[in-house]
């Protein structure tokens, strides 16, 4: 994921749960004539940046473009182990080589426009995807390449597919310039949904601004988007698949956590996401209201530490330090659960062993990782033992590094400032003196990107694109990747992603990724795992099917009103 969107993630989770007092003034959402028609209106808490699946990362633009556009593959989220299935294609194959993959496509399938989806469109689309992440090489300068370009990319730099060709009507050829193993999920994200290529252009971005509107073979037509506002969908009378329930569907964007939360007890919508917890047990208290639990979140929350400045001894003692039982029951007041070692648990290749020998609170233990680097020899490592003003009083880290570990703070985060002062107790019972530094997003990413040598511990955060881990990984520990604040570069690792890259066979790869996760939380100690928000919603007690799910993908087709 971008940067972008990482980063919002992380602000948005570190401030939902402390929220001023209800906001009354809730808007009207739907307008007389329409309240006739079956219509499902939702409370959201993002915005939409793009309704083009080309260009879209965003959780806002995943949302809308999910509705009306259509990728390749797709998961059932009805089921909770979230199988990946034919969608737009029928069935497939491979040849021996991994390198090309044969697709024969669903028939009866028309964009909202009329027109016929067929293998030509699948090579019109193909080729658009790849003009747009300049994997022909055909974009300008001044051209900027579609957001999620990257994810089309082998970490060398060459583009993942070589082309795609037209085999039959509704048969058709996806060539590759390597094997890459996890192509078939790579196909189910969102940026590789289907547009008509009769309404749109092949070399230019669909923009809500201009009056554009997405044309895709989805169970919603897209009507209309006002910015930080509303957006506006209805059900597509020929969509190929049992038509929708709801004809209608209204987003109506609300930047407060009250005003979301209010409007779902005022039922002025049938679903409100990203609603106070503090209102939870009101929730449930009403019989008209749904509270749904859907388990931990995808997302993988982590001290992002500085593995340049800190070694792998430091980095270990650090990660036994702090309290993760105190953050996660008096400051995330339970709504969290102890984090993944980056690869949630329902994912593929999560590994439970790593999972459970994460770190936890170990005085003791850390202490005598200290002392193993020469720091407090001598001295009782007994936490409350005979040492303990030593310890306490103790700086190790301006002593041998030059200055205190320097935590950052996001602005006008609560539960960042409770984090960081928990830290503050904790690291110091080792020894360790700390530091803070209050960094909004601008400045973070200028440090991130020109100085990541300024950074010591963050917060951080990041989520998979598609349900495999491989983009997600080779994001995080890539040592030429954007996203590898940590500065992690170790041949090992890097030579299981590439192992990783190619592997076909998806028990294999998982097993590969099991590999993965010891090295980099029970050797390495790269990273710190935190804690998973536990996925929390609330609608209308007459609102059924509808599939909420640990990888926050927000769709509307199967659900309906009792």
């Known amino acids: 994921m971008i940067r972008e969107k990482k980063l919002i993630i992380v602000i948005i989770a570190l401030g939902v749960l402390f929220v001023g007092s209800f906001t009354m003034n ?70 021996v080589a991994n390198l090309n ?7 009866g399938v028309y964009f909202h426009d009329g027109t016929v989806f067929d293998a030509n469109s699948v090579k019109w689309n193909v080729d658009r ?17 579609s957001v999620p370009s990257s994810l089309y990319y082998f970490p060398n730099g060459t583009p993942i597919i070589k082309g795609a060709y037209v085999i039959d009507d509704y048969e058709v050829k996806i060539e590759l310039n390597a094997p890459f193993g996890p192509f078939i999920p790579f196909l189910s994200y969102e ?40 957006l506006r969908l209805h059900q597509w009378d020929r969509y190929w698949r049992a038509l929708s329930y709801f004809e209608v569907v209204v987003v109506s964007f609300m930047d407060e956590t009250a005003t979301r939360t209010q409007a779902m007890f005022a039922h002025d919508v049938d679903i409100a996401i990203g609603t106070d917890p503090n209102s939870f047990e009101d929730f449930n208290a009403d019989s008209t209201i749904e509270l749904v639990d859907a388990g931990p979140s995808f997302t ?19 990660s036994y330090a702090y309290n993760y039982t105190y953050m996660i029951d008096e400051i995330w007041l339970n709504s969290v659960v102890r984090g993944c070692p980056a690869i949630a648990e329902g994912m593929p290749g999560h590994n439970a062993s790593v999972q459970e020998n994460l770190p936890i609170i170990n005085i003791t233990y850390a202490r005598e990782l200290m002392q193993s680097m020469g720091f407090g020899l001598g001295w009782d490592t007994t936490y409350q033992g005979t040492s303990e003003a030593n310890w306490t009083t103790a700086q190790f880290a301006t002593d041998s590094l030059g200055m205190p570990l320097t935590l950052h703070l996001w602005p006008n ?103 993965i996760q010891w ?44």
């Open 101 to 107: 993959l044969t697709l024969y496509l669903q028939r």
């Open 129 to 145: 995807w790849l003009y747009l992440a300049n994997c022909t090489g055909q974009l300008t300068a001044t051209d900027i390449p």
């Open 191 to 230: 940026s590789n949904g289907m547009v008509s290529p009769t309404a749109h252009n092949q070399t230019e971005f669909i923009d809500y601004a201009s009056g554009d509107k997405t044309i895709g073979t989805g169970p919603f037509v897209y009507d209309s988007y006002k910015a930080n506002q509303e």
């Open 26 to 95: 809730i808007i009207q959402l739907l307008p007389t004539a329409e309240q006739e028609k079956e219509t499902l209106t939702i409370a959201y808490g993002g915005s939409v940046s793009t309704i083009d699946p080309a260009d879209c990362w965003d959780y806002g633009s995943l949302m809308a473009i999910s509705q009306v556009t259509e990728c390749l593959f797709w998961y059932d989220f009805r089921d909770s182990n979230i199988p990946l299935k034919p969608l737009l294609a029928e069935s497939f194959s491979w040849d």
């Open 413 to 515: 985060s609560i539960m960042n400032r409770q984090m960081n002062d928990l830290a503050f107790v904790n690291f110091q019972l080792i020894g360790i003196d700390t530091d803070e530094e209050e960094l909004d997003y601008t400045d973070f990413m200028n440090y991130y990107v020109n100085d990541p040598d300024h950074l010591h511990l963050w917060i951080d955060a990041f989520g998979p694109d598609y349900n495999d881990p491989y983009s997600m990984l080779i994001a995080l520990y890539d040592p030429d990747s954007f996203y590898n604040g940590c500065q992690i570069n170790d041949t090992q690792l890097m030579d299981l992603l590439d192992e990783a890259l190619s592997e076909p066979d998806t028990e294999k790869r998982n097993d590969i990724y099991k590999q």
């Open 300 to 318: 993988y929350y982590f001290w992002g530490i500085n593995n340049n400045r800190y070694n792998s001894t430091w980095r270990e003692a650090i």
């Open 519 to 562: 090295l980099v939380f029970e050797v390495k100690h790269n990273q710190i795992p935190l804690y998973s928000r536990t996925l929390q919603y609330v609608h209308s007690s007459d609102i059924e099917g509808f599939p909420f799910n640990p990888m926050e993908r927000f769709y509307i087709w199967p659900s309906y009103r009792t």
